[in-house]
């Protein structure tokens, strides 16, 4: 708790890592992780033979700059697998896993003896779901992390295993298969690779939560995630797409994008409960953001620099919670290292948003992402490039986008044809795509519109408009047509709607209009929710009228007015009505509407709580001291005792009113004015929070585990297999033991290097204890 709200841990800087490619090149820009990716066929191209120099150099510089040290372990040499390698990815790579166990013990141990004490954090194989770095089996994988496990922790306990980092949304569902084969039961972290270009950093939560999920439903969401990899190889700027070409590395992304990418994407990492990101790489040109000037190695570019203040403004800071409304604004607020409390606002790509902030949000500092001072205002412009905030004092206001009336926008240009240069150009703003165009002369022409001719002569011809901007999420949409397709012969066979690219990829199953015959001009109309969870859509967004009667049907449609158009419902100052919130702890404050979603970031709360919750019914959590209101029958105003004592967006009853009243307005200090009218009347009554409903997401479900039980050794060599459907932990005290084996299948016994402590053992797995003076045995499940 600082000052009465709820927080995360304090980051600190070993949350922002790096790779480097060159170590020449590495220049310390406040990162506080190194990941080492010197390959095995690196290490020991030659059996036996290790040359550990460039290993030796990176963790020279991590004591030097005091970093943590991520090792990669895995891409074995050629003796190691049969004389052949397979990769697509050049020489240091190799998908097959080694033929021989042993040789893999020789190598993790040789690295585990050789850097003990210097390197904590060993990651067992990288992007497992792409062939190119493992072609092996499930089994296989599971076997090499097992004894990497088991290595190592014999070697020093402090040693952290982090599983293979699955990548991409295509490595999800593979995580969730290695974490049940047993995987989970030989990591002490699980590693993923939020990789998600060319869409902007944001879609790092949407994966994020994905790998979340089905990490809870195998049982492992008590451990902590670290993203170990993430970068852009290709990316949109002002709605095209650049760097498509992997292996052209001419293409960079412009300074502007790649600051904001950079600060965007530690600060979803950090939102999405992600213990550690690193960011590939320093000097890497596969990707499109470049810290340092590759012309002119090693000096640092503007985005380097970016990434070294990032980091000093973030070490240290607690994080509140995140928001994203409906307003397209993110909110993250957060208590800054030096105890005063802030807020990072952004909008999506190419967006926009005036932010009016409540007089009592004195802010003593605006900063964007690229070090540029904003002067204090009432009303501030956000961008897409991160605005860092800082109060003078602690407040628990959270600034929202303040719609003053209700909108309707049309976002279609030249909807009713009315606006057209000639005919020859006609309609302006539309692309007919072959169609033949003319002006409807017919007495029945709706009044005051100018009203089209559509003759097709092919099946598919089309009108289409390009969308200038994308639509909002979160808000509602109104696609209208009138128009008349008289009856004929032959039907025509005309739809409207929404989508995607050249292939004509709908965006919305609700976003579509069929245009059934009618012989007089008629209006139809769709409304669809355009909801925070849709899929964004790319650049090319269109609105299309198509012909879909087969070739030779020419019948025509006569169209006087086309219309889309966004919905504002929000009048005054209303809150949002959906929003989706990443919390580090249990919510015990603040006003939640209907179907917002709260994700959880804490690996032992997602344990006990899962993924997180949905609002099911609107509240605020807290309690009112000493306020009384009045209320009268058929009013929507609140009168309260005590000034300032609610806020806008809080959920109360009044007196014995089974009503619950938001908050939507204040006029004055005791004032207030409320979404709904009063259906009751209501005399200097108590007024009370309403409490929130809240169902749980994809909770995971816990077995009931029987408590620990002794365990009796009768002889020596005595063996114990668990039986159980869940893993185990066999406790080895006092007594005279001289080896402990361990067995997947009960015949291969492998030594554990270990005469006594805590052996973990997966379900089916035996263990053999030799001993001279029988030891004292616990089974602990878990």
Known sequence: ?????????????????????????????????LRVGTTWRQLEAQKGRFDFREVDAYVAFAEQEKLDVIMQLGQPPNWATGGISSSPYGDLFNSIPPHNIQDWRNYVAALGQRYKGKILYYEVWNE????GFYSGTLAKLVELTMEAYKILKAIDPQIQIISPTYTTVDGVAGMG????????????????????YPKPPEAMLDLARKYRQVITQAGAGGLPVWNTESSWNSFYYKGVLYGSDENDYSVQMPDDLAISYIHRMFLCNWIAGMERAVFYGMDQPWSRIRLLDLNRLPNVAVTGQSYQRMVEWLTGASMHQYTFSTQGIHTLSLTYADGRSGYILWMDDDRTAQLSLPPELAMSQMQTADGKQVPAAQTITVTSMPLYLKSYDDHRALPEIFPQSKTRTELLYNGDFSLRLSDASFPVGWDTGGLSVSKYMGADAPANQSTLTLTPSVQFQQMVQRLRKPLAKGDLYTMSITYKLPTAPVAGKWTMGLDVGAMGTPLHDQAFLELPVQDTFQTREVTFYYALEDPDPSPDLRLSIVNMAPTGTKQPLYISRISLTQISDRGHVLPH?????YSPVLPASGSYSTHDQIYFTDAKLIATEGLGWVCLSSGTFGALSGVTGTLTNGSYVLTVNKANSLRVGDYVKVGNDAQVYLIAYQESPTRYELGSTARTTQQNQTVSYVPPVFLPLAKPVQPVL?????????????????????????????????????????????????????????????????????????????
């Open 128 to 131: 497992p779901n792409l062939s």
């Open 177 to 196: 298969d290695f974490l049940r084969a047993g995987g989970k039961d030989w990591i002490d972290i699980v590693g993923i690779h939020l990789y998600s």
């Open 706 to 782: 029987p408590a620990p039980a002794a365990l009796t050794a009768t002889r020596s060599p005595f063996v114990y297999k668990n039986a159980q459907v869940y893993p185990v932990d066999v406790l080895v005290a006092k007594g005279a033991v001289s080896l402990i084996e361990w067995s997947r299948n009960g015949s291969t016994w492998y030594d554990t290097g270990q005469t006594g402590g805590i052996i973990s053992l997966s379900a089916g797995d035996s263990l053999r204890i030799t001993y001279t003076s029988a030891p004292r045995l616990t089974v602990v499940p878990r």
């Open 1 to 33: 708790m600082i000052n009465g709200l709820q927080v995360s841990s304090p980051i600190d800087r070993r949350f922002f890592g790096i790779q480097i490619q060159e170590l020449p090149n590495m220049r310390p820009l406040g990162f506080g992780t």
């Open 577 to 581: 009505t959906t929003n989706i919130l």
